[in-house]
């Protein structure tokens, strides 16, 4: 009975629902592509670092005019710096985390075949200065270090990878002990895994999404010769502040003269450098929850208003239905059955108009596809949004009393 | 009648303060939105130099000179030439105007040592300041002459030679620069381009352009010790990263851009460097076919991703929002209209036409709409403020400008007049007699 109501009230006075329904399909595609845009940018923020960040200081910027830095000078570089009080672990790093100055990228093949390409992070003691945890295996061994940046030929070179990349190119085996490919030169093995971080966010940060975050490996690679240098300093974290700037005089003393003219060596703890290098994320994701809430707000005020119109409108009638015996909660049931059918086909059109909007983006821009949970995600929240909308006017039209289908307005 | 139209409109406005809030308000927004986005779209799309870049062309190539067996694939354009290459390019003289040039970043300082300055600047072979409509203060450019003798000369910009000298008319002057006198020839007006095109590998993450203080002939500064911002691409034997090396002679580090008006010009042109490409491949000078591509300003900038993403994404996303608003607006009219039928059943009872009173609803949208306009100007202001406080590198390009202001009420009045069609047709077909029997 009340269904055939709701069809026949529909198609006689099709202006408002069909208003609605835009409304409705619009807000959805709008949402549905927002909020995935906000979790790309949302995605690396979250992402677990890896690294204990209480008394990290990194240290880059460290660039020289015409030429490199030879091994010498690294050394005694790490030696001034672990002569600082406070100080207990320093690593000269080549790529360290939300150190971007710096990329060393490198390609693996697992047994299975899966490709990935992960950041690596080059420098000795790197496990020990930047607090990573293994979960399985073991650190390098001071035998297996080499100097970074001299060809290998042969050799098998040992690697530290994440618990994510052991899972993705080895599957459910245990991957502490395997060997890896290079997709580039399928001729020999050329890495074998000797441990297994828990963590370890990839200073590629663009790239720290799709869970892709954690394609990290450590290479047990000593900086010798460098033109591009940075330092890993752990610190007690009861002593930071003093440390770091124990860590600043220590650099300027050692590094500052040798410096190209105009450039400044940075050092900062690592909680300054991920607020540095997420700041552009934040943004970005503020002014994107902002237009969602935008969104949401002219939407349930859309709502409101032409459901609310509606109610007036259809006062006498309501008023006739109760005088009939519909219950108060019927006339409340009824204008809610009625919302939910038309956000329901608003939905359905939002998340066509969604889809066809992901493809333009993607057309244009270098956008990846938005996933399809996302859509049917995006209808829920329209719908519970709907039935918040329609509350008011609804029980505004429950609360019409019987008497009014005796008047004549 | 119009102006009974308007009285009517302002008098309806009047009696529901709230809900013309509520219209109002949901205008503003969208129209604020959309023209924030727009503002900021505008000012970097378009032509880096109106006039001059639209007949720029950049030369690339696959010019390593060895074997690479880690990056065999050449997947990028590269625009980056070694000094001979780019040389002979430039000096063949085959298009209108060519000049090969690189970023610099060094000191300037004057003779007595007192003044010095960090300053960015283009290294150069070829008549750079004509090609790139560099305009001249005082002096001249460098002469072909002097460049060929690899004399010491350089323009500096007006900003620059008031802080070395006080004044701007620094001609005949001398500075210092990488330990040399280089004599100052010209003074060129402060200079940049809009958005940010030549050398984009050392220009990364600049999306406006930066002034550019000081030109000098390539071999010159070199030979001073002043080199290119970075050493660019460099074969093996070479440092990996040097800044501001003079130790370029093993690297790709010079981009040649040439001036073509045509399209037969710019045809024949690629010919000539594919056929010098083709002839140093054949030679062993380039190790792989060399792929020549030339890219006018505007697919070089998209190719190298000089506009960041979120711009265009920003626009898609206020349009889609304005739409959203004007959906919005078009149905809090359609009730308001609809809800005062009483009215218009009178009006047309006594005479109006159909005609009449939908002019009648058109208006009073209209004054909502310019209501809206006035009210999204201090939301757009306030929009542009929120973007130049964003850590992004095109912050200052959200500025709001004259233009803005016109596109702003222009789009008002279209907003009121699209939003109040449907409401004010449905309306203005109610029947008199109906509504007169209901009543």
Redo the contacts between chains.
Sequence with gaps: MSIRILFVTLRRHS??PS??L??VA??C??LC??LF?AWQQLEPILAPSGVDAKGLILVDQL??????WTSAEVSAGTQALREVPGVRAVSAGLGLPMVPSYLCVMALQGPTGAKVGASCYEGEGLVKTLGIQLVAGRDFLPSEYRDAGVASKGLVTPLIITEALARKLFGDIEAVGKLLGDP?DKSAAHYQVVGVARHLLRNQLGMANHGRADDTVLLADRVGK???LSYAVRVDPAMRDIALGGVRRAISRQFGALL????LAQVSFYSTRRDAAF??RR??LW?LLG?TL??LI??V??IM??T??WV??RTRQIGIRRALGARRVDILREFMAENAFIVSIGVTIGMVLAYV?NA??MK????PRLPWEWMPAGAVLMLVLGQLAVLSPALRAAAVPPVVATRS? | MFRYYLHLAWRRCRQSLPMVA?LTL?MA?GIA?CLTALTIFGALSGEPLPGISPHLQVVTMDARDAIDK?NSDYKRPDSYLDLIDAKTLVDAQRARQQVALAQS?T?ITDPDGKHSE?AKGLMAYGPVLGMLGVPLRHGRPWTAEEQAAQVPVVVIDGDLARKLFGTQDAVGRSVLMGGRDFRVVGVSAPWKPRTQFLDLPRNQGDVLGQPEQFFVPVQAALAAGVGPLTAGKCGKGA?????????VSKCRWLETWVALDSAKAADAYRRFVVSYADAQHAAGRFAYPPKVAMFGVQAWMTTN?VVP??V???L??AG??L???L??V???L??RF??RQADVTIRRALGASRRDVFAQHLVETAVLGLLGGVLALPLTWLGLW?VRM???AYADAAHFSPMAFAALMLLSLAVGLVVGILPAW?VCRQPPAMQIK??
């Design positions: 202006l408002m208003l609605v835009l409304q619009l807000a595609a709008i592509n927002v845009l660039n020289l005019p015409n030429g490199a580039g460098t033109a591009s190209q003219a105009g450039y700041k552009t943004a970005a002014l237009v935008t969104v002219v939407t005020i859309g208003g032409l609310g119109f007036q409108r909007g333009l983006l244009q821009y270098e956008l307005v | 509520l949901t927004i939105s880690d970043y000191r960090q440092a990996i990263i040097s800044f501001q090396s003079v130790e991703h993403d979120d265009g994404l920003n898609a996303l889609a929002f739409l959203l608003c959906v919005n078009a149905g809090l359609a009730a609809l809800r929120i964003q850590p992004v449905r209901l009543t």
